[in-house]
């Protein structure tokens, strides 16, 4: 069934014609134009993934067009190349690749079969057959999907296993992934119960330590705003000599004051940051402490997942050695780009060999 839909939907495709865009931003693009209005444009662009076709629609502002070109249909373009394409090895595997990555699916392997008549370890057009989802078994080349489903196989990671074996690994997986993330949360919520209440602690000590600087700075100041007052009300003396020494007690009074003002606000800030600090740290560890229970709870049932699923795979699956790892967002440098970039590695290309002739270098 899936092949047939898959040859359904690259019949309804091939037949289409295409457009090319030059874009003012120096990218080329190319579809088949689904609809077409005053101001843009969308085109539907078709993507070769494993076994099946990926179908994309953008819109293109018409502004941002430099040129239009209409091209012929897919199935035009390939009759043409097939046309004047020599018959022998590289150059069938270049017009496979080809077809492939214009999603036709089965010229791509007939090409790549027409090769593995005459070059049955050709790794290339092998790959070709691989890519356009087809898988061998006994000497043939049949549809992977339809030979997993009725096998009860499914491919993870390149490697065809039993469905339930697959289901029971994915199983596996899950429940160590999530072992292993609430290991890390309960190590972490009991060190924030811990340091936080120390550091409440600290805190409250920071608090006495400031709240008693506050106060014996306040003592300076009422000392200081005395000993102004009394500069201020002191006779002025006779002369010159008089008025500046009287002044001089003045200034030294008010700058006595005003360090001592400045020490206040000091300590007052110090022992109200403090205290904010602690009521923090303090709420933080009372929220660890409350959450700590449930996560224990919740790490036990994990663990006892593990060794259900643990339980469900056979006792040498190599899943079994390798290390749990943290579920972590990947990267965004890390990830990798859709088959809409284009054909995959290509293989080492054979040398030249003449096919209907059977060999001939």
Not at 328 to 346: I, L, S, Y
Request: proline residues 4%.
């Amino acid at each position: 069934m899936r092949s047939s839909l898959l040859i359904l939907l690259t019949a309804a495709l091939v037949g289409a014609a295409d457009v090319e865009l030059a874009l003012t931003s120096g990218r080329t693009v190319r579809g088949e134009l689904v609809s077409e209005a005053d101001a843009n444009l969308v085109l539907r662009s078709r993507f070769p993934a494993r076994g099946t076709v990926k179908l994309v629609e953008s819109t293109y502002a018409k502004t941002d067009i430099l040129r239009r070109k209409d091209l012929p249909s897919i199935q035009q373009q390939y009759d043409e190349r097939k046309a004047r394409t020599p018959d022998t090895v590289p150059e069938q595997c270049t017009l496979a690749q080809w077809a492939y990555e214009n999603c036709l699916r089965e010229q791509a392997k007939g090409h790549a079969l027409h090769v593995l008549e005459v070059d049955a370890d050709n790794a290339w057009a092998k790959r070709i057959l691989d890519n356009c989802g087809y898988l061998e078994v006994s000497g043939k080349w049949i549809d992977e999907a339809e030979y997993l489903k009725a096998n009860n196989l499914v491919r993870v990671d390149g490697e065809l296993v039993p469905a339930d074996l697959a289901e029971a690994r994915r199983e596996y997986i899950r429940a160590r992934t999530n072992e292993t993330n609430l290991k890390r949360k309960v190590a972490e919520t009991r060190e924030t119960a811990t340091g936080k209440a120390e550091s409440a602690a600290t805190a409250d000590a920071k608090v006495k330590e400031s709240t008693a600087a506050a106060e014996a700075a306040q003592k300076g100041a009422d000392e200081a705003e005395k000993a102004l007052a009394e500069a201020r009300q002191s006779p002025q003396g006779k002369g010159d000599d008089g008025r500046k020494e009287r002044s001089e007690r003045i200034d030294a009074a008010v700058k006595r004051l005003t360090d001592a003002r400045t020490k206040v606000s000091e300590a007052k800030t110090a022992a109200e940051k403090a205290k904010r600090s602690g009521s923090s740290d303090k709420s933080a560890a009372e929220r660890a402490k409350t959450a700590l229970p449930e996560l224990e709870t919740a790490l036990a049932k994990a663990q006892q997942d593990v060794k259900t699923a643990t339980a469900k795979l056979p006792k040498d699956d190599p899943l079994l050695a390798k290390p749990a790892v943290e579920e972590k967002p990947a990267p965004e440098a890390a990830k990798k780009p859709e088959a809409a970039a284009g054909a995959p590695a290509e293989a080492p290309k054979p040398q030249l060999r003449r096919l209907r002739s059977g060999g001939g270098d």
